[in-house]
């Protein structure tokens, strides 16, 4: 099943249903972060590639193209037999994706599990976006349409490469636009891979068009171009920033699910080690490279030593290794960038007064391994409690009393996700009302659904995912007014 070198059948730019080298002939490697050693050469796109796939998707949205005059139920079968398509190839993808990206290859098989089912709810979708009749004043009849965007930009990141690919191709293709997407530039293999299963499902050409490459070129020349109507972005608020600046240009639509430093609050009526396996779960989901992750744990002063202690020992035992090997549950981090700059971030949590409990070095001699790291004596003005890691490293701080600790949690610039771990319902629901996230989960974390909208307050990002919300974010609504004869 699993197969730690599965065939890399796809490695060139995919445009209006064919697979095709870039324009410049360049090409960049894509690194196996387990080993730190080059998997394959992918083409290289940049702003003459992104140039003819728009060409491609203007020409796909024409009014009388192929894909605007399919019924709306036929485009859920088109998304349907993509998802048939991503199950038959369900183990080849996941070791492609631990190839590519380093996740432990169970956790790659829940996320193509994960996308095959974003595909079929929004493939339910298609057929279900509706206008309204408007009851307007004056002898008119007048309603409304939901019409697609048109041409849309999308650019994902490299934690979720696949998930993140379904969360923006679902409801994109659901309301009818037609995409030209850029991959992160660690992790282009699945995306590339599932374009040739666009093409095998039946996808009119030009429908989805995907341009590997780099953000300062590809990325770049998506947001600025003209024809693209919408840009929907997952990644950091540095870039969320840049692509909203360069989106103004043209006031071109724009949608971000950026970053978060999201809290998680463990009262002391609860049990402990059940609070504590909630909050292991939640900062070392995906290595950490998560951007809800529960990076600051506040836990209140009762219960903390006990805490901290089972919390350390939940750290220790985590198995930490080559994402193809037996019960490994803890893979490298994505690159050398992010390596170096989570062991600066423990040194600098040690240097500015955290007590290390567990983990804080490198695991193994190659590739990008962190051990899971636990700090406790943690305070809030302290750099580790502040700045989004992207890494396992969980930040373990005392509080006394809720009100005391929704203040705190809410002092940040992020606002993506938070939780509260309690038996007391007043409790639950005083925290869920004042916290400022933009998901809030009680007694449990990282419950995540295709069917509930997802996104941040605050720099956490603009617009939601996921849900009815996410196919509204691909759509226009025009108001038609018809005179009457007379009022009825």
């Known amino acids: 099943m699993a197969n730690p070198n599965p065939e890399i059948k796809c490695t060139k730019l995919f445009i ?15 690194i196996n972060p387990s080993t730190g050693t080059k998997i394959v050469d992918v083409a290289e796109g940049d702003k003459a590639d992104v140039e003819l796939a728009v060409k491609a998707a203007k020409a796909a949205f024409e009014r009388k193209s192929v894909w605007r005059q399919m019924d709306a139920s036929a485009r859920g079968k088109l998304l349907n037999k993509l998802a048939d398509l991503m199950e038959r190839d369900m183990h080849y993808l996941a070791s492609l994706e631990s190839l590519d990206n380093g996740k432990p290859y169970m956790n790659a098989v829940y996320d193509v ?16 976006i509706c206008g309204d009749t408007v009851p307007s004043d004056g002898p008119h009849l007048t309603y409304t349409r939901k019409e697609p965007v048109g041409v849309v930009g999308q650019i994902i990141p490299w934690n979720y490469p696949m998930l993140m690919l379904a969360w923006k191709w679902g409801p994109a293709l ?3 636009c037609t995409i030209v997407m850029k991959p992160a530039e660690q992790t282009p293999l699945t995306a590339l891979y599932l374009c040739s299963l666009v093409k095998e499902a039946g996808f009119p050409a030009g429908v989805v068009n995907m341009v590997p490459g ?3 070129t590809a990325g770049n020349a998506i947001v600025m171009h003209p024809d693209i109507r919408k840009v929907a972005f997952t990644g950091s608020v540095e870039v969320g920033k840049l692509i909203m600046a360069g989106a103004a240009v043209n006031l071109k639509k724009v949608s971000l699910e950026l970053g978060g430093k999201s809290p998680l609050v463990i009262c002391d009526d609860v049990d402990v080690d ?32 006990a805490f901290v202690a089972k919390a350390t020992e939940l750290a220790k035992a985590r198995k930490v290794g080559n994402p193809f090997g037996q019960g ?22 040690k240097k500015e007064g955290a007590k290390l409990q567990a983990g804080g070095v490198r695991s193994g001699s190659e590739g990008y391994f962190v051990e899971p790291t636990v700090f406790s004596n943690v305070t809030d003005e302290m750099t580790i409690a502040k700045e989004e890691i992207f890494g396992p490293v969980q930040s ?11 203040e705190r949690a809410n002092a940040t610039s992020f606002g993506l996700a938070a939780g509260i771990v309690t038996k007391d319902l007043n409790n639950a629901l005083t925290f869920s009302n004042a916290v400022e996230a933009g998901s809030v989960w009680v007694n449990t974390y990282l419950a995540v659904s295709n069917q509930a909208p997802f996104g941040g307050y605050k720099q956490s990002g603009i617009g939601r995912e996921m849900g009815k919300e996410g196919v509204e974010l691909y759509l226009e609504t025009k108001t038609v007014s018809i005179k009457l004869p007379s009022k009825v």
């Open 214 to 216: 780099y953000g300062p």
């Open 396 to 406: 373990i701080i005392k509080f006394k009393t809720l009100d005391e600790v929704i």
């Open 16 to 30: 209006n249903n064919e697979f095709v080298d870039a324009v410049s002939g360049k090409t960049f490697p894509t």
């Open 328 to 349: 490994v549950q803890h893979g490298p981090q994505i690159d050398d960038t992010q390596f170096k700059k989570i062991l600066g971030y423990i040194e600098t949590g």
């Open 274 to 305: 059940e609070a504590a396996q909630i909050a292991y779960a939640g900062v070392f989901e995906n290595m950490g490279q998560c951007c809800i992750a529960a990076t600051r744990t506040f836990v209140q002063e009762g219960i903390y030593d």
């Open 113 to 128: 599990y994960g996308s095959v089912n974003c595909l079929r709810y929004y493939a339910g979708w298609t057929d279900k």
């Open 174 to 176: 659901a309301a009818g």
